[in-house]
C-alpha cells in the first residue's frame, strides 16, 4: 500500500479539459533500474472526468500490479473509484462509489466485504486527487490540507519546495517540486513529486519512500 499511496498521492488545466491525455512511466528502483512500465490516461465526456492508472513492476520478492479507474465531476468529485491488483501474496479487487449528498463512501470487495466511511465534502479518491493537484499548480494555487481515500482515508498536505532542475530520460527539465505528506491509519510517508511548468503540470517524477529505498515513477520520452 506504501509504494501505491506514494506514487498516486504524491500527482489538469481547464485550458485542456476536453482533450484526452496518455502519459507512460518507467517504475524505478533506487539505483536506477527500470522495474517496470506504467500509464496515466484522462479523459472528459458528458461532464464526467474518467482518469486510468496502470502499472506493474518485477520488484524481487515481490509482485506488484495495479489498476485504477476512477470517475468524478467536473469540480473533481469522486463518483467512483475501481481497483485491481496483486501485491505480494495478496490480491486486491473492491470498488468505492461516492455519495457526495449524503457525505457517505461505500466500499465493496469481490469477497463480498462491505464497509462505509464519512467523507468530507467534494470527497476525492488518490487518482483524482493527482488531477486536482496538477489543476490547482497551474492555477498558481496549491489544495489544502484534506482526507484522499484509497481503501481507507488519508490525510494528505501538499507543500511547495521550489523550482528544481531534474533529469528526465537523460535530459535536464526544470520542474515544480511538491512535498506530499500522507498520513494514513497506520503509516506516514512524505512523497516528493515533480512537475513540469507547462500549462497543465504534467507529472514528470514521482518518488516515494520503502524500506529498500526510495522508488520512483519517472515519465517516459
Not at 481547464?14 to 512500465?37: D, F, H, I, T
Amino acid at each position: 500500500m506504501r509504494l501505491i499511496a506514494g506514487l498516486l498521492f504524491a500527482a489538469v488545466c481547464v485550458s485542456s479539459a476536453n482533450k484526452p491525455e496518455a502519459l507512460r512511466y518507467n517504475v524505478n528502483w533506487p539505483s536506477g533500474l527500470s522495474l517496470g512500465e506504467g500509464q496515466l490516461t484522462s479523459s472528459f465526456t458528458d461532464g464526467q472526468w474518467s482518469f486510468a492508472l496502470s502499472m506493474e513492476a518485477a520488484v524481487p520478492g515481490f509482485a506488484l500490479r495495479e489498476s485504477v479507474k476512477a470517475f468524478a465531476t467536473v469540480d473533481y468529485c469522486s463518483t467512483e473509484v475501481e481497483k485491481n491488483g496483486v501485491r505480494g501474496k495478496r490480491s486486491v479487487e473492491e470498488t468505492t462509489t461516492f455519495d457526495q449528498k449524503n457525505f457517505t463512501a461505500t466500499r465493496k470487495t469481490n469477497k463480498g466485504g462491505t464497509s462505509e466511511l464519512k467523507i468530507s465534502a467534494c470527497a476525492k479518491d488518490a487518482l483524482t486527487y493527482l488531477f486536482f493537484v496538477r489543476r490547482e499548480l497551474a492555477a498558481g494555487r496549491l489544495p489544502q490540507v484534506q482526507s484522499v481515500y484509497y481503501g481507507a482515508a488519508y490525510q494528505v498536505r501538499v507543500q511547495y519546495t521550489g523550482v528544481q532542475t531534474i533529469r528526465i530520460a537523460g535530459e535536464p527539465v526544470e520542474a515544480d517540486r511538491l512535498v506530499a505528506t500522507i498520513k494514513g491509519p497506520a503509516s506516514e510517508i512524505a512523497a516528493d513529486m515533480f512537475f513540469a511548468r507547462d500549462a497543465v503540470r504534467t507529472p514528470l517524477l514521482i518518488q516515494a519512500p520503502l524500506a529498500m529505498g526510495k522508488f520512483s515513477l519517472e515519465l517516459a520520452r
